[in-house]
């Protein structure tokens, strides 16, 4: 079965959150959004900016095609 972008983006939102051991709590304050926010986020109900997007792989140290499963 193939899974839609927004699966993609946050089953793998969820593993990187789930990596660097922050809570969300932290993640949200440190890139400018809500708690519930990046729950919603993780849920696939909303994706981020472009500029929270950024912000996220900052934040997490990953790259913007891990999370969206680009392939080189």
Excluded at 31 to 54: C, D, E, K, M
Aim: include cysteine; aromatic fraction near 6%; hydrophobic fraction near 35%.
């Amino acid at each position: 079965m193939n899974r839609s972008l927004d699966e993609i983006i946050s089953f793998n939102l969820k593993q990187e959150i789930e990596r660097c051991g922050k809570s969300k709590t932290e993640i949200a304050r440190a890139i400018g959004v809500s708690n519930p926010t990046i729950s919603q986020y993780l849920s696939g109900r909303i994706q981020p900016t472009l500029a929270t997007f950024s912000k996220l792989c900052n934040f997490l140290n990953c790259s913007a095609d891990d999370i969206l499963n680009i392939k080189k």
